[in-house]
């Protein structure tokens, strides 16, 4: 069977809660393309209002889709990288969302996968852990406004990081980028996080999930609950009861992606980082 048909073999387990929030500001997108070989899954963890969430959901995948298209028209010696396109969606979607007149934002963390290849971006504090062999790898950085490459930043455009109960851009957000928030520009910024890769057979699970899921549970842990349950959804809802009985507060997204009939017949066993791509510390 090709990797292609292999497409519809992602198992796929989500889950949700509002937590102890008055709004749900939460979404998330997956995508299947059987035809083209392409799957994505995407978790937005929204701040401000639900709408830069909504936005990101709606727009993010087609927005880079049809910068792959695009290029698929050209000759080979002259198409761009798909990290630039995912780059390029990203900011896409971050000028329709200021332009859409929200002062809302969100993260964003989102893979996507042809073939034995993948690419994972993020911008904020949503992660990706995904199941290795010898446990479990993490495939995005958290965006916290105290770093050292992005204080650097958010000071040298004029902005300051003020603690108030935790490190905060000036004083507001707990975050130093997302998709959305005008208000926060220049110093809360859209530039995606890009790891690129190739998956190995040791790879079994992937979980996206946003920041009430992490504060309260390690990423081996999660993996470790995915692994022991009877299917996808059921390990997404496990997780969820899992970080709610940890003392978790805040709005809930888990997004659990069982790859162990898509990755059982890859000639490579080991996962391969290829490279990692972060403009924004290049700049810093």
């Known amino acids: 069977m090709s990797m292609e048909s292999l497409i519809n073999a992602i198992g796929v387990g989500i889950s949700h809660t509002i937590g102890c929030r008055n709004s749900m500001e939460d979404e998330h997108a997956v995508y299947y393309d059987a035809d083209k070989g392409f799957f994505s899954a995407e978790v937005f963890d929204g701040h401000g209002g ?43 979607v971050d000028q329709h969302a200021v332009e859409a007149s929200t002062e809302s934002g969100t993260t964003v963390a989102g893979i996507y996968l042809m073939a034995d290849y993948f690419i994972c971006g993020n911008a904020g504090d949503t992660r990706i852990a995904i199941g290795l062999s010898e446990g479990v790898s993490v495939l995005t950085t958290d965006h916290k406004p105290d770093l050292p490459e992005e204080l650097a930043r958010i000071e040298g455009e004029g902005g300051f990081v003020m603690p108030l109960g935790v490190p905060r851009v000036q004083g ?44 309260v549970l390690a990423p081996d842990i999660a993996i ?27 709005n809930i997204t888990v997004i659990v992606l069982d790859l162990r009939k898509y990755t059982v017949g890859l000639k490579r066993h080991t996962m391969e980082i290829l490279q990692i791509i972060d403009k924004a510390s290049v700049k810093g």
């Open 224 to 250: 470790a609950i995915a692994r022991a349950a009877e299917d996808p959804q059921s390990a997404a809802d496990n997780i969820k009861a899992t970080a709610l009985d940890s003392g978790a507060t805040d």
């Open 50 to 92: 639900r709408k830069a969430a909504q936005i990101a959901a709606e727009m993010l995948t087609p927005c880079f889709l049809h910068g792959l298209a695009r290029e698929s028209e050209k000759p080979p010696a002259n198409r761009r990288q798909s990290t630039e396109l995912l780059r390029e969606a990203y900011f896409a």
């Open 172 to 215: 507001i957000l707990a975050v130093s980028r997302a998709i959305g928030d005008a208000y926060l520009k220049p110093y809360v910024i859209a530039e995606p996080r890009i790891v690129e890769g190739s998956l190995g057979r040791e790879n079994d699970f992937i979980i996206i999930a946003c920041d009430g899921v992490w504060d």
